[in-house]
């Protein structure tokens, strides 16, 4: 099946610092999505794209559709201590076969 | 609040006893899935159901069964619970191009 590599595994950084993780894939999507998860709570969209090369922002969030659509990236800015969760990547082709990748995990220390 | 609520929160079964998840969603959403999340993984497909009264396998289907019971429910049956099912499962809806909405998770150890 498609596989979707997701990097880095994880991050520690210092507040007000910002973050980039990404997304690689062996096939290409028609859709990615940045979904947050925090504990003990199910995944909450942050950012979704439809269009290769389509970048788009959601407050300190950025996020792009990269123009081969096999890859994206999630940028955050400005990180505070509440940014703190895993963040999962998500592909799809079509509505029924969305994959996701393993997640970074961010810590953020004040 | 409008969301996916999912039933229960936490459970712990024996191997060989069933169990049935329940899902519901008051979105209106055509389409309802069921995802298992495993540690250091992403969270995997294990089967989906696009319409009432159609569901279909995803990635992952071995050892499950599910209803759509009507536009709102959709549930996951574990007819002989195995300690590799031991997971976080995740029900999410859908519809359109729109993405998914997750509910916040069944833990479910299975001894």
């Known amino acids: 099946g498609q596989q979707l590599n997701q990097s880095p595994q994880s991050m520690f950084i210092q507040e007000g610092e910002d973050v980039s993780m990404n997304c690689t894939s062996s096939s290409i999507f028609n859709t990615w999505l940045w979904y947050k998860q925090d504990p003990g709570e199910g995944p909450v969209l942050l950012i979704a794209l439809y269009k290769a090369g389509e970048l788009t922002s959601n407050g300190r969030l950025t996020a792009q559709f990269g123009i081969t659509r096999k890859d994206s990236f999630l940028n955050i800015s400005a990180s505070i201590p509440s940014d703190v969760g895993i963040y999962f990547c998500a592909g799809s082709f079509n509505n029924n076969d969305m994959r996701f990748g393993a997640g970074t995990r961010l810590t953020v220390k004040p | 609040n409008a969301g996916v609520t999912q039933t229960p929160k936490f459970q712990v079964l024996k191997t060989g006893q069933s169990m049935t998840l329940q899902c519901a969603q008051d979105?209106?959403?055509?389409?309802m899935y069921w995802y298992r999340q495993d540690p250091g993984m992403g969270l995997r497909l294990i089967y989906y159901?696009?319409?009432?009264?159609?569901?279909d396998k995803g990635e992952v289907p071995n050892g499950y069964n599910v209803s759509r019971l009507n536009k709102r429910e959709f549930s996951l049956r574990l007819e002989s619970a195995a300690p590799s099912q031991t997971s976080v499962y995740f029900c999410?809806?859908?519809?359109?191009?729109?993405?998914?909405?997750f509910g916040d998770g069944t833990r479910l150890s299975i001894l």
């Open positions: 999410a809806s859908q519809t359109g191009n729109q993405p998914q909405h």
């Open positions: 979105m209106n959403h055509n389409s």
């Open positions: 159901s696009a319409s009432e009264g159609t569901t």
